[in-house]
């Protein structure tokens, strides 16, 4: 089915414009008095392990891919763009797809697209399934 000029225009006003999106994009999450060095542009963090007090004893950061200060300072952007108070990010997609699956229970269904990446494919009739949520894919 093609969208005719009516559908177009109707995606194109799906969310207000908003006249202050271009600050919020460079300066969402990023004030220089988080950074004991006060850089104004946020570092990128590196760092695959961070310090702790003792062992399990956590200040903010524990391993750089569970949670990192670029990471704080990305979804602290991104949510403002979308006007949320939170936002998270993924590594990559099978990261993204196994949290929202997560938050599924026994019995939910997944409808979903049948040309997706093999590994989510595997995930969901190999994994979900024995938690019991059971997948349909459509012809997208």
């Known amino acids: 089915e093609s969208k005719g000029p009516k559908d177009l225009k109707k995606m194109a006003t799906f ?3 908003d006249p202050a ?3 919020k994009a460079i ?7 988080q950074w004991s060095s006060l850089a ?9 392990t961070f310090k702790q007090e ?4 956590i200040k903010k950061y524990e391993y ?11 979804e602290t952007c991104m949510a403002s763009l979308d006007g949320a108070k939170h936002c998270m990010t993924f590594c990559s997609g099978m990261a993204a797809c196994t949290a929202i699956t997560h938050l599924l229970s026994a ?5 979903s697209m ?9 995930y969901f009739s190999k994994v979900a399934s024995r938690m019991n949520i059971q997948t349909t894919l459509v012809d997208a």
């Open 114 to 122: 049948d040309d997706m990446y093999g590994g989510t494919y595997r």
């Open 27 to 33: 300066h969402a999450g990023q004030e220089p008095e």
């Open 54 to 57: 003792a062992p399990a004893e």
């Open 64 to 74: 750089g891919r569970t949670a990192n200060p670029t990471r704080d300072v990305l």
């Open 40 to 48: 104004v542009i946020p570092p990128i963090s590196l760092s695959t």
């Open 21 to 23: 999106f271009s600050t």
């Open 15 to 17: 969310r207000e414009n």
């Open 107 to 111: 019995g939910d269904h997944i409808v």
